[in-house]
């Protein structure tokens, strides 16, 4: 059985990128002095962040990688693409499963170019289309239905996009959560984690925890 994952291409781009991304923690300031994170934008944090990686981790790459493969859904949504390491995982398993393809959206401009240049290098271009902008505005006509939906970009956006995609997403689907041990995912996890919301949800224990919840 194939599996991108292990090409050399995408080794050696993930390998560059998980490298890259340990230089995160060594940015100070982002946004400079007076920068407020609270106040700002979400067009505005994303410029500010725009050299900061934040990926999910390995561990959970692997996971993104599995569930896709098991699913294999049409349509795999992505909120959040940062440089592509995420997309890279998901875009590998839908390679593998010769069908369907990632949708992944992004505001910063920087990100978007690196993303695709990081994607094209890693031979996995043609399964993923970035849609720049606000993903309340670039996933608002996405066509369903989704079979995979990850969640990794602003976190108090987590909750808006997943009720502005809940309508098309497929029986069965699968959404994944990343960061759930940050605060500011409260309101989401009380959401999926309501039974009466059409969630049955769990957690995995992974870096900054995901949640995936099966919508039943
Ligand atoms: C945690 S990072 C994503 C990391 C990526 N999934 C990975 O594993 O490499 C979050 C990203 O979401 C983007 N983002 C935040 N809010 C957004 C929005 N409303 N629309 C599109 N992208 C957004 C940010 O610019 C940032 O690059």
Redesign the pocket.
């Known amino acids: 059985m194939t599996n991108t994952l292990q090409s050399p291409a995408v080794q050696k781009v993930l390998d560059r990128l998980f490298e890259d991304a340990k230089r995160d923690d060594d940015v100070r300031s982002p946004g400079g002095d007076g920068f407020s994170y609270e106040s700002a934008t979400?067009q505005e944090?994303?410029d500010a962040?725009a050299g900061i990686?934040?990926?999910?981790s390995a561990a959970g790459g692997a996971l993104l990688y599995s569930l896709v493969r098991a699913a294999r859904p049409t349509t795999v949504v992505?909120?959040?693409?940062?440089?592509?390491?995420?997309?890279i995982y998901l875009a590998a398993a839908v390679a593998d499963n010769g069908i369907g393809q990632v949708l992944t959206?992004?505001?910063?401009e920087t990100?978007i170019a690196a993303a695709q240049a990081n994607l094209t290098e890693a031979g996995v271009a043609n399964q993923v289309k970035i849609l720049p902008?606000?993903?309340?505005t670039?996933l608002a006509d996405v066509p369903g239905p989704i079979g995979l939906l990850?969640l990794?970009?602003?976190k108090d956006?987590c909750l808006p996009v997943l009720r502005l995609l809940e309508d098309r997403l497929a029986p069965g689907a699968l959404v994944v959560a990343?960061?759930i041990t940050f605060t500011t995912m409260s309101d989401y996890l009380t959401y999926v984690r309501t039974p009466t919301n059409g969630y049955v949800t769990t957690e995995f224990p992974v870096e900054d925890g995901m949640e995936i919840s099966c919508r039943t």
């Not at 902008?133 to 309340?136: K, M, T, V």
């Open positions: 979400a944090r994303a962040l990686y934040m990926p999910i992505e909120f959040g693409t940062s440089y592509g390491i995420s997309t959206t992004e505001l910063s990100k902008g606000d993903a309340l670039t990850l990794d970009g602003w956006l990343d960061d």
